[in-house]
C-alpha cells in the first residue's frame, strides 16, 4: 500500500544518532521534497536520558526503553546506531519481527551477522540498509549493489581506516614515532579511547567483509581474512619506503583469483604515483578494479558524526522510497555463494626487509645463499646507515610466493650476524 508518510524510530542518541537528527532537522524537508515521502522523526530511544534530554526533542518522542520504538506499531523504519553484537542484534531482529525495515551502521555486527539478518529480512521482504557501516559518508555499499552490477569485480583496495591513515601520514609528514602519532589521534579525536581494534586491524577486516561479501557475491566468516596491524611498522621504515618510492599504508585487499577468494589486511609500501598513495590524514579510499569499468576509486571521510548521517539517511530515504513504492525487494542481496579461499601462504608478494648486521665479511654472502636457496630473487638492497657500530639493511625482493619468501626470511633471521626484530612489510602489487 502507498504510504506518503514514513515514520523513523532511532535507537541509540550518542554521536552518530545525534549527527543523524541533526541532519534530518537541517535538510530533512528538501529530503522528504526529494522522495516524494514526508519523513518524520517518530520516536528516539537510548538508556541514558540525559543524553536525549541534550538532544532538546518533545517528550513524547523520547524514551529509555527501545521497546517503545522496536514495537510502536507507526515506526516504519528503525535506525540502529548501537553499535557492538548484543543487544543491536536482538534489536535487529525484533525490528525485522515487527515488519520494519531496518538502517545500521554497525559494522562489527554486519561482519559477523550480516548473511544471517538479510537473509532474516529477505524472508520477511524488509530489507537491511547498512551504508554507513562501512566508509562513513563515503557511497560504497549502494555502488557495490547496484551502479557495479554489470562488471566484474576482480580486485578491491581500500584505506578503511581512518584512525591508522591518520597516524602513518603524521609520521611520514612530521617523522612522529607510532605512539606520538597515536597519542595526537587520540586528542584530535580520530582515534578511540580504546584504539585496539583500528591498530590491530580488525576494524578494516569487518569492513573488507562486508564489501567482499557484495563485490564477490560470496559468504565470508572472520577466519577467512588475513590480519596483520600496524604496530610493527617504525618511522624508520616510513622513512626508507619514501626514498625507494613508496609511503606507507594499511590496507584492505580483496582478490578474485581462480582459485578463489584471496582477503587480507596489512600494512603495505604503496607506490606514491598509486592513487591511494595521496589518501591522507583520516580520509578513506576504495579502489576498485572491474573487468569492464576498469579502475574506480571513492574518495572521503570514512567516519564523523555528520558524514556517516548522510549515509544513515540516504538509507532511510531508499527505505522509505521502497515502502512509498512497495518494492521492498528490489535492492536486496540475494543470498551469498559459498567459495574457496586461497591462504595468505599461496600469494605472490613483493617484500621490504629492514634488519640491522655486524659489518663484516660474509654477510652479504650468507643472505645471497638463504634468498638463492628459496628461489627469492632481490629487486633493491641498501647499506647506507649504521645503528650503534651495527650495518642496517634494506631490501626489497622481486614477486616470490609467501612460503618460500617465509622459508628465506627464516633462514637469513638465523644468520649469526644479523640481529633480532628486523621489519618486515609487503608491496602493493
Ligand atoms: N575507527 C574507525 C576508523 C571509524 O578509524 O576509521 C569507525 O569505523
Partial sequence: MDKETVKIGLLGSGTIGGGVIALLNRNGSEISEKIDVNLVLGKVADRDLSRLQALRLPEEIISTKAVDVLEDPEIDVVIELIGGIEPARSMIISALDNGKHVVTANKDLMAAYGEELLSLARDKNLNIYYEASVGGGIPLIRPLKQSLIADRICRLVGIVNGTTNYIFTRMAQDNLSLEEALSEAKKLGFAEAD????????????????????????????????????????DQDIAYAREIGFTVKL?????KMPEGLALRVHPAL??????????????????????????????????????????????????????????????????????????????NNRFYLRFLADDRPGVFAALANAFGDEQVSLDMVIQKRRVDSTAEIVLVTHDVREEAFHRAFKKVMSIPSIKPNPSMIRLLG
Avoid at 213 to 231: H, K, M, N
Avoid at 251 to 255: H, K, Q, S, T, V
Wanted: charged content about 20%; some cysteine; overall charge negative.
Fill in 195 to 234: 584504539p585496539s581494534s583500528d591498530i590491530e586491524g580488525r576494524d578494516a577486516a569487518y569492513k573488507l567483509m562486508i564489501l567482499s561479501r557484495l563485490a564477490f557475491g560470496s559468504s565470508i566468516d572472520p577466519g577467512q581474512v588475513y590480519v596483520e596491524g600496524i604496530s610493527a611498522v617504525t
Fill in 270 to 347: 604503496v607506490p606514491l604515483e598509486h592513487p591511494l598513495a595521496s589518501v591522507l590524514n583520516e580520509f578513506n579510499a576504495i579502489y576498485i578494479e572491474g573487468d569492464a569499468i576498469g579502475e574506480v576509486m571513492f574518495y572521503g571521510r570514512g567516519a564523523g558524526a555528520m558524514p556517516t548521517a548522510t549515509a544513515v539517511l540516504a538509507d532511510v530515504a531508499e527505505a522509505a522510497r521502497s515502502i512509498r513504492y512497495n518494492c521492498a525487494g528490489a535492492v536486496s542481496e540475494k543470498s551469498f555463494q559459498k567459495a574457496s579461499f586461497v591462504p595468505i601462504k599461496d600469494l
Fill in 251 to 255: 590496507l584492505a585487499i580483496g582478490e
